[in-house]
């Protein structure tokens, strides 16, 4: 409050109204702290509202993981027979010829473009199981369009 003290300072005349200015100025000071109190307040629980927010936007649950999974498969025309979420050490998913998908746990809390790529690849991979230019393409053109 340094600003205060000054002010407090400047207005400290010799006169007989010196007094009350004072007196006013504690008023206002102290309203001024309330108020930068009561800001600080909302300005904190406004950062951590949008952080809850960016957390919540960024992370799925399993379900919703699996219905967006299925979702992708209708655009892209395949028909996953099982689909798996479970930690995996090397990878972030893994396809089996069977139709049976399997999706790294710590994918549910990768950004939404990141998820879409990595389920894309893997349904595609039902479709075409190398990655050669016809891969490529299809996994490029279905990402763009959305
Ligand atoms: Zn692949």
Same mark, same amino acid.
């Given at each position: 409050?340094?600003?205060?003290?000054?002010?407090?300072? &400047?207005? &400290?005349?010799?006169?007989?109204?010196?007094?009350?200015?004072? %007196?006013?100025?504690?008023?206002? #000071?102290?309203?001024?702290?309330?108020?930068?109190?009561?800001? #600080?307040? %909302?300005?904190?629980?406004?950062?951590? %509202?949008?952080?809850?927010?960016?957390?919540?936007?960024?992370?799925?649950? &399993?379900?919703?993981?699996?219905?967006?999974?299925?979702?992708?498969?209708? #655009?892209?025309?395949?028909? !996953?027979?099982?689909?798996?979420?479970? !930690?995996? #050490?090397?990878?972030?998913?893994?396809?089996?010829?069977?139709?049976?998908?399997?999706?790294?746990?710590?994918?549910? $809390?990768?950004? &939404?473009?990141?998820?879409? $790529?990595?389920?894309?690849?893997?349904?595609?991979?039902?479709?075409? !199981?190398?990655?050669?230019?016809?891969?490529?393409?299809?996994? $490029?053109?279905?990402?763009?369009?959305?």
């Amino acid at each position: 409050m340094g600003v205060f003290d000054n002010l407090e300072k &400047a207005l &400290a005349f010799d006169s007989k109204d010196g007094e009350g200015v004072i %007196e006013n100025l504690d008023v206002l #000071k102290n309203r001024f702290r309330e108020l930068i109190e009561e800001g #600080k307040k %909302e300005y904190l629980s406004l950062g951590r %509202e949008l952080m809850e927010d960016k957390k919540i936007e960024q992370s799925v649950s &399993a379900e919703i993981f699996k219905a967006k999974v299925l979702a992708w498969a209708k #655009k892209i025309k395949v028909k !996953p027979m099982e689909i798996h979420i479970r !930690p995996m #050490k090397r990878k972030w998913a893994s396809s089996s010829s069977q139709g049976r998908l399997t999706f790294d746990v710590e994918l549910l $809390k990768q950004p &939404a473009k990141f998820r879409s $790529k990595v389920v894309v690849h893997e349904l595609l991979h039902l479709k075409i !199981p190398n990655h050669g230019p016809l891969f490529r393409s299809l996994a $490029k053109a279905l990402l763009s369009i959305r």
